[in-house]
């Protein structure tokens, strides 16, 4: 099931439709799904809809710590509407509470009783450009990633609109992505993973955008414009290091 | 064992892997960072003039040393039983006269793979204490490799003082 979700370009209609349907199961992503794809596909099949057997309906994405408190940041698309959330990471699974959910962007907070991990740093000032080549992965995919030795990056920043609070990046990312932090060459995070846009982007939430929220949910986050890694470091381990999965049941 | 004795060994056995060889000379890093198994953090700072306090040390060493402090943390932890008599010892006997100290200095090696090379503290005052801390601190990976020129070994301040 997993290739059917990796990659995009020439691929049958089908698999496109898949790919671009896979982030999202809010309003935006209906109305695009729409004009865009097949209606005889469904968008809550490839959201993990209600299991066959046992009935629960769940939806799962990617968070990540913002302090060492258990706080964590992903996108509201993933958290909005549960009965449950829960994070899961290395073994150990949490429940979470639903702290805050963004009205202005694709953001939400959550909080886990401990922090399971490393607490993100985001920019000061140090916007992404155009071409700037960023990491970003579903949390789920990550053991996979690092398995195989790590990774600089995967992908493009296709434009960095400062201002409008968004971040185009060109990616492969699919199902499960929602929610994870985009990572520079720096190993800050510049954005969180929200959809796929009609253009095959993933767009992501810019930093610029994510601070505000936090800060007006009284999180104290760090803020370093220099390298939190080494030039070699691979960021696909400290994207683990600071994420985890995060599962919506949502009955 | 002597801390020089055992630099000296170490730096005998991998002299000659270059890079990793001076990794090992060349010590080490006081992170600064309390490894607070409770609540209260203890800021701990090395006074030696071998030591580069965290202050002045890269960002990416500070971000490497708080993981491993979080790994340490999430260890000591751990359900497991090694973990639960050490903290069943510490919570008995830290402060007292003749039992552990209530804050220690550990100082640790980092292998390129993430695996805990080596570790290195005071007496814990109870053998059966001391190897279970030693099998709790280098039983994982960390996750990440250390910076490639960091200096090492890391050094680490625990607060032992867990509430019973």
Known sequence: MDSIYHGHGRKPWWIASLVVCCFCVGPAYARHRVSTTSPHRPSRVLARGTDPVTGVQQKSGTAFFVDDMGD??????????????????????????????????DLALIKVPKTLGLAAVFPRSAEPSTNDMVFVAAYDNLS????SGGLLADATVVKSDVGSGILAIDSDVTFGASGAPVLDSGAHVQGVVSRRT?????????????????????????????????????????????????????? | MRPDHWLSRCAERIGSSGDRGRRFREFGLSCAIALAIVSSPVLGQGTGSDYLPASVAPPSWGQFSKLVKYRFESWIAANDPVAKRLRTYLQNEAGRGD???????????????????RIAFPTLDNAQADADFQTILKRGNVGEAPPPEMLQPINLRFSLNLKK
Do not use: Y
């Open chain 1, 72 to 105: 964590m940041l992903t996108a509201r698309h993933v958290v909005d509407d549960c009965r449950n959330v829960v994070v899961t990471k290395e073994g150990v699974a949490l429940n979470a509470r639903v702290v805050a959910l963004s009205n202005q962007a």
């Open chain 1, 144 to 147: 996979n990633l690092i398995a």
């Open chain 1, 198 to 251: 009609p253009e095959n982007q993933v767009a992501a939430v810019s930093a610029d955008s994510v601070k505000p929220f936090l800060a007006a949910n009284g999180i104290e986050i760090e803020e370093d414009d220099r390298p939190q890694i080494s030039a070699l470091g691979s960021r696909a381990h400290r994207a683990a290091s600071i994420s985890a999965a995060v599962t919506c049941f949502q009955n």
């Open chain 2, 99 to 117: 039992g552990p100290p209530r804050v220690i200095r550990v100082r640790a090696w980092i292998n390129p793979d993430g695996t805990v090379e």
